[in-house]
């Protein structure tokens, strides 16, 4: 993850969205909070006293809420919810992209000189084949793929992380406030009926994109045994 990446308009925007329902959803859980410690809510009230100071800090705040989600999605809740459930569904494609990954890594270890089995196993396992590519196919390529379908995936997770954690939030004011059992049922049923289709919805565009993206690299990667092929050369002279 490259989080100097997010200081686009485009990727400041797909940043600042989700970062911006976690300030809300961190403003009710702080308020729930201090409810049930007994005391006064400080945030809200904050605001409300400095309506203008707070609308220009919720821009920054929003910003780095929504870089430290994209932390907490790339270490591990993408893998949970997309890269996994992808691999599992649609085998056959990853079995096509992790032998054109095995490929090129193949065609270019011999320029390491080594015969070290321990080395050839660890090029294997950490060079990036993205970056070898970027050299091979040019930057403007690996970029136009990846804002088709990567930084979509980014931002339907980190939103997706975001308005769970916004449920959870309304979920304990709603328990909090609740006078009877059939009006807090009620209000579950209400969070549920909006929040759940708009997750499900983010969820299912995420694993679609991922699957997208794959089989774009995998394109690509045999782009590039083609560029990097002795034969072309030949080929490209007549």
Known sequence: MNVFSAFTFGS???????????????????????????????????????????????FPASIL????????????????????????????????????????LDRYWPL??????RLHELFNRHIDVELIMLNVL????????????????????????SLLVAFIALMLNAFLNFTTCSILMLNVLEYLGLLAPVCLLLLVAARRNYRRHIAKIASLMAATLRVTAP??????RR
């Open 65 to 104: 809420l929504g870089l430290l989600s994209n932390i907490l999605v790339f270490m591990g809740v993408n893998d949970w919810l997309v890269r996994n459930r992808a691999r599992s569904v649609d085998s056959d494609l990853f079995e096509v992209h992790d032998h054109l990954k095995a490929r090129v």
């Open 138 to 161: 040019g930057p403007e390529t690996i970029a136009y793929v990846r804002e088709q379908y990567w930084y979509h995936l980014e931002f339907q997770i980190n939103l997706l992380l």
């Open 112 to 117: 390491a000189e080594s015969s070290d089995e």
């Open 231 to 236: 034969e072309s050369q030949k080929i490209d």
């Open 12 to 58: 400041l925007i797909k940043t600042f969205l989700p970062g911006l329902v976690w300030l809300i959803a961190i403003g009710i859980l702080e308020a729930d909070a201090q409810r049930l410690l007994g005391a006064s809510p400080v945030i809200w009230p904050a605001v409300q006293a400095h309506e203008q100071a707070a609308l220009v800090l919720a």
